[in-house]
């Protein structure tokens, strides 16, 4: 396996490199920190690209299968880019007994954009996630950090344009 | 420093804040502020207050009035009127739907009424990010009595005495797991707080979480004492990020009191806790997944013996909590086992909290004593289904538990009776279905969850589930064959029977309980080819009935694909080939005239 000595990624600049460096610096001695260490260098580049993964594992000196291992089990993890903007959909049972089904369909047709997926242009991507605890505004929607209640299939238009 | 005239306790819980309940916030202490109140008038957000459904809530102490559903465009009257001159404002007070009469004081409405808080008996009332407000509420008591005059063995048999059992959904006895775990050899023990809530549906641990931190790390304490552990953990979903920074805040205020760290209240006794953030992994609820996690692993579950007790994380002996329970512990030691049993029913002890959500009026969090029944709880607390529409079911447990028809709503929510109907209590999601739920469109979405989260360690639940999907999938498909039925009940025992761990061993439940009182829907489905709720959109006509359309174009609007003709006085039309079966036009008619 090569080893990584600089990251060269278009999406990984010469600042996140550093950053990135210090994180894996500071979980050196730790027990189990495969998780916290890739938790923190999605938060520095927004995903985990390969060449990422292989940094890692070679920083912790911790085999690249556990490392992707790790980074595939856990929904946290995305080993793709992301959006501009990120539609989360709550799959709680409220909101799924309150018609989220439908709203999930219509973002889908809409942006030709399936679950879990980025459009081409990169301007959103679609999550279905786990209840968000707001059931009392089901069905929910959440688009970056606005959280928008009792969504319906035809005003996600309107709701929607204000993010470019 | 003087004590305020009025305390606004404002509910900051997650429900409340996506209810823009921040917004309020800062109108009103400008408000204040302007107009000079603002030593009189001290503003104070909460946790989690419970009645999500009307928020952004607030409750006005001394006086006890409960506000409702605030904006900010409320701020200048409620100042003006209220706090200024003393006049609280109706309109923004809770009304009794049926009566249609208002309820000033929080205690008399209905949804508090009904409720004993015991695990929440501080929500709403303090401050959950300072200390001393937890302190002044009785808080560390039970941790001070626990260290300072009870022996380990006195802890726990007073443990056992309450009869307190797991509030995580399985119910095991907690004092009988705290005394294995205390006779494990061994020097080094952990104590870990299972707060990875993921049954959909489920939001109790994040709200306990939010309104009292405290209370939990207090009840760590105790059972780190019982069973000599110095360290915990506790292991929190990383979608709580509210959640996540209140523990983080009352670790270090707890440590800063020399409550954590070494030398505890002067008794010698060394113990901390660390939070663990989880990744987003269902399974990792499952005991023995949760510790792989910790260990920074993949979480997946092992099989048992050996159980946690003996070999847990690090191989070390491990009690694994769940949150309420350990909410529960400090008062059971400062009031006493026999006094926390006094509720409850023979074998089932003290308070449960629920997450009450669904079809029902009032939507949020409700602490019941045990042995009240299931009807109680739905209609009297939680005031019955809305829109006029009927009951259908309610779902107990998540993914592992079951739907429960309405003939056995007087099923009292007691351990051993909810399984008798063939739910389980589960940690305390109860979701409420009316008559427009489709019972096998709700089997399949739990399968569709359960089949996402399988970890695939184990082939009955990795593979098991999977079919057990495509046949509900077939089925809604308008596929499905009369023998299908039988499969679906033959695989269903399978994987139950020889799943690793409880992920696998419940995944079933749905089908099968939906299988038990709501077979004539499957069959609908299968011979009839019909969804008599009309969700399965595959098993709908997309055709309207000219006998029962009113011509009132309500569908003609809400259609976003102009697939419908309409004019005035005349039935609509739906175009099968514009159609894009989004269901807009179902929802949109109110008289059940497209089929």
Redesign the interface.
């Known amino acids: 396996m090569p080893t990584p000595a600089q990251l060269h990624h278009p999406d990984i600049s010469p600042e996140m490199v550093s950053k990135i460096d210090e994180v894996i610096a500071a979980h050196l001695k730790t027990?189990?920190?495969?998780?916290?260490v890739?938790?923190l260098c999605q938060d520095i580049v927004g995903y985990l690209p390969m060449l990422l993964i292989d940094y890692i594992s070679y920083g912790l000196n911790i085999p690249r299968s556990?490392v992707l291992?790790?980074a595939t089990?856990?929904?946290?993890?995305s080993l793709k880019p992301k959006g501009r903007h990120t539609i989360k959909a709550c799959?709680?049972?409220?909101c799924?007994?309150?018609?989220i089904k439908?709203v999930i369909?219509?973002i889908s047709?809409e942006f030709n954009l399936k679950e879990g997926e980025t459009t081409p242009d990169r301007r959103f991507s679609l999550e279905a996630?786990?209840?968000?605890?707001?059931?009392?505004?089901?069905p929910?929607l959440v688009v970056d950090q606005d959280?928008h209640?009792g969504v319906?299939?035809?005003q996600l238009?309107s709701l929607l344009e204000h993010y470019e | 420093m003087n004590k305020p005239r009025i305390q606004l306790m404002l509910c900051g819980g997650s429900g409340c804040q996506a209810t823009r309940s921040r917004k309020f916030q800062d109108a009103l202490e400008k408000e204040l502020e302007r107009t000079r109140l603002d030593q009189e008038v001290k503003v104070i957000e909460t946790g989690c207050n419970g009645f999500c459904a009307v928020g952004p809530v607030m409750l006005v102490q001394p006086e006890g009035i409960f506000y409702q559903k605030l904006t900010a465009d409320d701020v200048a009257e409620l100042v003006e009127e209220h706090f200024l001159k003393g006049r609280p404002v109706k309109r923004l007070q809770y009304v009794e739907p049926a009566s249609k009469e208002t309820i000033p004081n929080m205690n008399d409405i209905p949804f508090f009424a009904h409720q004993k808080f015991r695990v929440m008996r501080n929500k709403g009332m303090i401050d959950p990010e300072i200390i001393d407000e937890y302190i002044a509420r009785d808080g560390y008591f039970g941790a001070a009595k626990a260290l300072t005059e009870m022996s380990p063995e006195q802890i726990i048999s007073e443990m056992k005495i309450s009869g307190l059992r797991g509030r995580g959904g399985a119910g095991f006895p907690t004092g009988l797991k705290w005394e294995f775990a205390g006779k494990s050899p061994g020097d080094e023990k952990y104590v870990l707080c299972n707060a990875d809530e993921g049954d959909p549906g489920a939001f109790m641990d994040r709200s306990i979480l939010e309104a009292d931190p405290h209370s939990v790390l207090e009840g760590m304490i105790i059972a780190a004492r019982a069973i000599k552990a110095n360290k915990g953990y506790i292991y929190c979903r990383t979608e709580y990020p509210l959640a996540l920074h209140r523990l983080d805040l009352a670790i270090k205020q707890a440590r800063e009191y020399g409550l954590l760290g070494k030398n505890i209240l002067e008794s010698g006794f060394d113990f901390d806790i660390e939070v663990y953030q989880g990744a987003g992994a269902f399974v990792c609820g499952e005991e023995t997944a949760l510790m792989r996690s910790i260990e920074g692993k993949r979480g997946m579950p092992r099989p048992r013996p050996p159980f946690p007790a003996n070999k847990g994380l690090w191989e070390k002996p491990t009690v694994l909590n769940n949150v309420e329970t350990f909410a529960n512990i400090a008062q059971i030691i400062l009031n006493g086992g026999e006094w926390f049993a006094e509720i409850g029913t023979e074998t089932s002890k003290g308070t449960k909290v629920f997450a009450l959500t669904g079809a029902v009026n009032n939507i949020g969090l409700v602490e019941v004593p045990m042995g009240i029944t299931l009807r109680q709880m739905i209609f009297d607390i939680g005031g019955g289904i809305p829109k006029k529409r009927k009951f259908k079911a309610v779902q107990l447990g998540g993914p592992s538990g079951g739907c429960i028809p309405a003939q056995c709503l007087d099923t009292p929510i007691d351990y051993e009776e909810i399984a008798k109907v063939g739910a389980i209590m589960g940690s305390g999601g109860v979701i409420v279905m009316d008559e427009k739920t489709c019972m096998v469109d709700m089997a399949r979405f739990f399968l569709d969850f359960i089949q996402d989260e399988s970890c695939g360690k184990c082939t009955p639940c990795r593979e098991g589930t999977r079919r057990l999907l495509e046949i509900i999938e077939k089925i809604c498909q308008g596929n499905g064959e009369q023998v299908d039925i039988r499969t679906l009940e033959k695989l269903s025992a399978v994987i139950k029977n020889s799943s690793l761990c409880g992920l696998g061993q419940t995944a079933p439940n749905p089908v099968l309980s939906t299988l038990r009182y709501f077979k004539d829907e499957y069959i609908a489905h299968i011979v009839d080819k019909k969804c008599p709720a009309k969700r399965c959109t595959a098993l709908l006509g997309f055709k309207i009935d000219p006998d029962q359309c009113k011509k009132c174009g309500l569908c003609f609007s809400a259609c976003p694909a102009n697939a419908i003709t309409w004019q005035k006085k005349e039935v609509a039309e739906i175009n099968r080939e514009k159609c894009i079966e989004c269901m807009s036009c179902y929802e949109a008619c109110r008289f059940n005239a497209i089929d």
């Open positions: 027990e189990g920190a495969v998780i916290p890739l938790r556990e291992g790790v089990f856990y929904s946290l993890f799959l709680g049972t409220a799924y007994v309150k018609g439908e369909t219509r047709n996630v786990r209840c968000l605890g707001a059931c009392g505004l089901a929910v959280t209640g319906s299939a035809s238009k």
